[in-house]
């Protein structure tokens, strides 16, 4: 009775929510300022005293500012967005997600004492169409496939806890297509991100997901047609390129998913760059720190400490009201210090493979548990994930956030105390040989990770 009578109350709400939502968008070409300002009462009466007046009062400062990046993108949004997906968009990230989600799953850490996560990262398949230099997913082949029942698990257990948000990855993911619109049809209620190399998105597809609503894609793609192909293999910059212009025309929301190397850092950064993903249609960016996985890790990627102080002063001048470039990038490594250092095992995101295995990182390819055997709950409480719940943050320098890369001996002990075993489907990697790659790195950056965070506090 009482699961009924949440699941009733939870409807009803939703509803509530669809009628607001649906009020202020209807109205909100007439008159955003006052349509987003009601949106910052709604979300005040929501939360209530868990954040000060003063946040509050910034948010509005922000939705009055005529200069605000936040807002000139939304902006954006309402503009080019096809409605379906920008009111589905609201009302599950912005009410589910973030509203209702966040307030679960805070209340969920007080009970379970364990870390739940705001979203959660799955791989439908190993399978992948392409075989980029330095990535781990193109040899696997079609090796592992979470079933159906498999994702559906997933993600009704994760709404139990309070998950809105949840990303694909692979594998390319779209290689289970068919399996993948079922499942948000099913699941209407959360929103989905996936990552793909965009080679198999086609009219098809693209008119069930304006259908739909619950979809975004992030678009893997590296600088220039040279930088781009030389990593991702000839023709693949000009099929992004198309696909762009396809989820555009729409007026489906997407980003881009950008691993920044020693060889494409500046161009994956530059003004043309970034206007031209802008022109394209995108509207944010995942930027993502190449890491030195597997045994036959190509380590001369990995960016000098001179490239990574560039690239953490890039993204914030994009981020500034100094550019005027309508894209909002996110750096996954560098912007740790903004959410308290490391995010992963299930502190704010942790990850399943294709063969079930929930890793605490997409980057960290060792478990202790998975999901054929164990709920998400019992995964989260598990050693390992018990572990990085203990050890967070793993530096006081959030510039320097992960228990691999920078902080190699944390993830050494991690493994070894809890017994977790290595996941890559190809070549296991001891532990050991893993984290042997980052000393150096970890030693070369960390004179400067102090010298910028010194900077800053």
């Known amino acids: 009775m009482g699961n009924s009578v949440n699941k009733l109350s939870h409807s009803m709400q939703r509803k509530a929510a669809a009628a607001l939502i649906d009020g202020i968008l209807n109205k909100v070409d ?9 949106i910052a009462d709604m979300a005040e009466q929501f939360w209530g005293n868990e954040y000060s007046k003063d946040t509050y009062e910034k948010v509005r400062e922000e939705i009055r500012n005529p200069d605000s990046r936040w807002m000139n993108m939304i902006s954006h949004i309402l503009d080019e967005i096809n409605p379906n997906v920008v009111r589905t968009t609201f009302l599950n990230l912005g009410y589910e997600a973030f509203f209702r989600g966040t307030k679960m799953i805070r209340k969920n850490r007080e009970i379970y004492k364990c870390n739940i996560p705001w979203l959660i990262l799955f791989d439908p398949t190993s399978a992948c169409n392409m075989h980029c230099a330095g ?25 139990e806890l309070g998950v809105y948000l949840y990303m694909l990855t692979g594998g390319e993911p779209l290689v289970r297509k068919k399996d993948i619109l079922k499942l948000a049809e099913k699941h209407y209620d959360v929103q989905f991100a996936i990552y793909t190399n965009s080679t198999l998105i086609d009219e098809e597809l693209c008119m069930e997901v ?42 489906i929301l997407f980003g881009t998913s ?148 920078e902080n190699p001996e944390a ?11 290595s996941t890559d489907l190809e070549s296991p990697e001891t532990v050991e040989h893993l984290c042997e790659k980052c000393l150096s790195y970890s030693d070369c950056w960390k004179p400067e990770a102090e010298k910028i965070w010194k900077g800053r506090n």
């Open 411 to 421: 993830l050494e002990r991690m493994v070894n105390e809890t017994g977790a075993k």
């Open 258 to 405: 950008i691993c920044y190397t020693s060889q494409n850092i500046e161009a994956v950064t530059s003004d043309e760059f970034l206007t031209m993903l802008s022109d394209k249609g995108a509207k944010f960016g995942f930027y993502f720190h190449y890491m030195p996985i597997g045994n036959k890790a190509v380590t001369e990627l990995l960016p000098t400490p001179e490239q990574r102080k560039y690239m953490i002063e890039r993204i914030r001048y994009i981020r500034s009201d100094k550019c005027n470039i309508p894209f909002y990038p996110m750096d996954f490594q560098n912007d740790g210090e903004y959410v308290g250092g490391c995010i992963a095992g299930g502190r704010n995101y942790f990850h399943i493979n294709s063969a079930g295995d929930a890793e605490p990182c997409v980057f960290i390819h060792y478990s202790d548990s998975n999901i054929h055997s164990s709920s998400i709950l019992e995964i989260l409480q598990s050693p390992l994930f018990m572990a990085y719940h203990k050890g967070q943050p793993f530096n006081e320098n959030h510039l320097m956030p992960c228990p691999m890369l």
């Open 135 to 159: 990535c781990w997913a193109g040899t696997y082949g079609n090796k592992h496939n979470l079933s159906f029942d498999d994702m559906d698990k997933i993600i009704t257990q994760g709404k």
């Open 210 to 251: 304006t259908r739909l609503g619950n979809i975004a894609f992030l678009l893997s793609i590296e600088g220039t047609p040279d930088t781009n192909d030389a990593r991702r293999g000839s023709g693949h910059y000009d099929s992004v390129m198309k696909t762009m212009d396809l989820l555009k025309n729409h007026g």
């Open 30 to 38: 007439k008159n955003r300022e006052d349509s987003f300002l009601k």
